[in-house]
């Protein structure tokens, strides 16, 4: 069963514009962690940002913070002012006790 | 701080061959773990390991094995290679298990012909 729904393939965004890029999952657990990892055309995996499940307060890092929705086991990602070196596939990850599970993945293009 | 890296970047075999990948994680990091990531599966956990014990183990079949050295370099291990095994394996090192962040290395594609 998919635990890490991503449901845009595909997004795109004007340089300087904000997106929001989605994500649901799918837990019975109370303790976790979730993710955003950014995967450019060179294949690595760079992280975005993390969040702890128990902290109430979204994180954010400079042009990158997340709407973390815990009742609603929703955790979207929102990149202001977007640059052209954020074009990538975005992966939300989940991380309970255990294995780390990722989303299919969201194809964010920048258009200058 | 150095990063994760991988041996080798690039790998061609034919099938019925088997394949050693290597992962030297971040230096002070003793948790390593193994995805592969293919167009078809996407990203998929093989194992995770910690003080050279595996914690956790995915879905895969047997033919999929890893371990680590008490430096906590980690090698994984492929035998009887399959054409569905070509993917990119990706390796990551964390400070520990649990929810520690993991960093990812460079990944190792692996071609079976």
């Known amino acids: 069963a998919q635990t890490v729904t991503q449901s845009q393939p595909e997004m795109s965004v004007q340089e300087a514009e904000t997106v929001t890029l989605s994500c649901t999952y799918d837990t019975s657990e109370s303790d976790y962690y979730l993710f955003w990892y950014k995967q450019p055309p060179s294949r690595q995996m760079i992280l975005v940002i993390r969040?702890?499940?128990?902290?109430?307060q979204n994180a954010t890092e400079n042009r990158f913070s997340v709407n973390f929705q815990k009742a609603a086991k929703s955790f979207s990602l929102k990149i202001s002012d977007s640059q052209l070196g954020d074009a990538a596939m975005y992966f939300c990850a989940y991380r309970p006790p255990g294995d780390m599970r990722f989303g299919a993945g969201t194809r964010l293009t920048v258009k200058p | 701080k150095a990063g994760v890296t991988q041996t080798p970047r690039y790998l061609i075999k034919t099938r019925g061959q088997q394949v050693t990948l290597s992962c030297s994680p971040i230096?002070?990091?003793?948790?390593v773990s193994w995805y592969q990531q293919t167009p078809g599966q996407g990203l998929q956990f093989l194992f995770e390991y910690f003080s050279e014990t595996q914690r956790n183990k995915g879905n895969f079949p047997g033919r999929f094995s890893g371990r680590q050295f008490s430096n906590s370099r980690s090698e994984m291990n492929v035998s009887t290679l399959e054409l569905g095994d070509s993917a990119l394996y990706l390796c990551a090192s964390a400070r520990g298990p649990g929810g520690e962040t993991q960093y990812f290395g460079p990944g190792t594609r692996l071609l079976v012909l």
């Open positions: 230096s002070g990091h003793r948790s």
């Open positions: 969040q702890e499940a128990y902290k109430q």
